[in-house]
């Protein structure tokens, strides 16, 4: 982790529909150091870092070489917070602290239904929900302690969990301090 950083990068990783944004939009209202929140499917979508669209899984086929040279500059400078449903691709010395969100996957089926996703992407992100794919790629991402896993399934979990990450980031901030 570079030691110039004024401010950390958080990675809010989880299955699709586990709570990423809601969580990367009200932390990036709630920090006390200031944090742009990126949405890293959308950025993808606007600077057209993809290959091309998959109309099987409605998604497209990310470029990483793009994505990563787009995000490089701003991990080194510090202050984000990268949303997006997989963090394996991002360098080890960018992040501070991975996010990874979690919920049971009835609910995760009933928020992706209301997303209109097709029935295969509902099953494929649900069967991924119960077999952990994101936390076990979190985990062999990064060192143990940078990684948490949070359950977002109700207002108080996203509350509780925003307010966890702003005492460790004023943690980081003293630890910075003190250094
Ligand atoms: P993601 O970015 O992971 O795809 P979103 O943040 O878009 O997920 O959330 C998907 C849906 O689930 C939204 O309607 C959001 O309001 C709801 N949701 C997510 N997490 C929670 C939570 N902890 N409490 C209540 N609703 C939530």
Redesign the pocket.
């Known amino acids: 982790m570079p030691s110039s950083r004024k401010a950390p990068v958080i990675v809010i990783t ?1 299955t ?8 990367a939009e009200l932390l990036a209202q709630e920090s006390p150091v200031p944090l742009k929140h990126i949405n890293v499917g959308e950025l993808v979508k606007e600077k057209g870092l993809h290959e091309e669209y998959d109309e099987e899984w409605q998604s497209y086929t990310v470029d990483e070489d793009k994505l990563l040279d787009e995000l490089e500059p701003l991990a080194s400078e510090g202050g984000i917070i990268l ?1 997006w449903h997989t963090c394996e691709l991002f360098p080890e010395r960018w992040a501070d602290l991975v996010v990874v ?1 979690r919920c049971d996957h009835t609910k995760l089926w009933d ?1 992706l239904e ?1 997303r209109g996703y097709p029935l295969k992407k509902i099953q494929e992100n649900n069967q991924a929900e119960i077999m952990e794919v994101v936390l076990d790629e979190a985990r062999s991402s990064y060192a143990q302690e940078i990684v948490v896993e949070l359950q ?4 108080e ?2 509350e509780s969990n925003v307010a966890r990450i702003v005492q460790w980031i004023e943690a980081w901030q003293e630890d910075r301090e003190q250094s």
Do not use: M, N
């Not at 699709?16 to 969580?23: E, L, Y």
């Open positions: 989880g699709p529909g586990t709570g990423k944004t809601t969580h949303d969100l928020r209301k977002s399934e109700g207002t979990d996203l």
